[in-house]
C-alpha cells in the first residue's frame, strides 16, 4: 500500500499543479483522491468535470469511482497486488483525462 501511494500521490500531485480544476489530492498509501473545483480561486464543488473525467477514463478502459457529498470527487483504491506497470498505465490515462478537459 505504501508504494502505490509513492507511486499515485507525486503523479497526481503533478497534475493538480498542470489542472486549474483539480482543488485537492489526498490520501494515504493507496487509498487516494481527487477533488474537482470549479477552479483554485472558485472552489465550488465541481461534478460536471468530474463525470467527463470517469467517462473519458472509462472509454480508455479504466474504471474510476466518483465519490464525495457533492460528487465532485474521484476515489481510488487499487488492489494491493497490482503490477506497478498497470498502476503506471492507469495513471496515464487518468492525467490525460484531465489535462484535456
Not at 92 to 100: C, F, K, Q
Request: hydrophobic residues 45%; neutral net charge.
Amino acid at each position: 500500500a505504501r508504494r502505490i501511494g509513492e507511486v499515485m500521490l507525486p503523479r497526481l500531485r503533478a497534475v493538480q499543479e498542470r489542472a486549474d480544476v483539480v482543488g485537492d489530492v489526498r490520501g494515504r498509501g493507496a487509498m487516494t483522491a481527487i477533488e474537482f473545483v470549479r477552479s483554485r480561486s472558485d472552489k465550488t464543488p465541481n461534478p460536471e468535470a468530474t463525470a467527463e473525467v470517469a467517462r473519458r477514463c472509462h472509454a480508455e478502459g479504466l474504471l474510476v469511482l466518483t465519490a464525495g457529498t457533492y460528487g465532485n470527487v474521484l476515489r481510488f483504491l487499487p488492489p494491493l497486488v497490482m503490477p506497478e506497470h498497470l498502476l503506471v498505465e492507469g495513471l496515464s490515462i487518468l492525467e490525460n483525462a484531465i489535462v484535456s478537459l
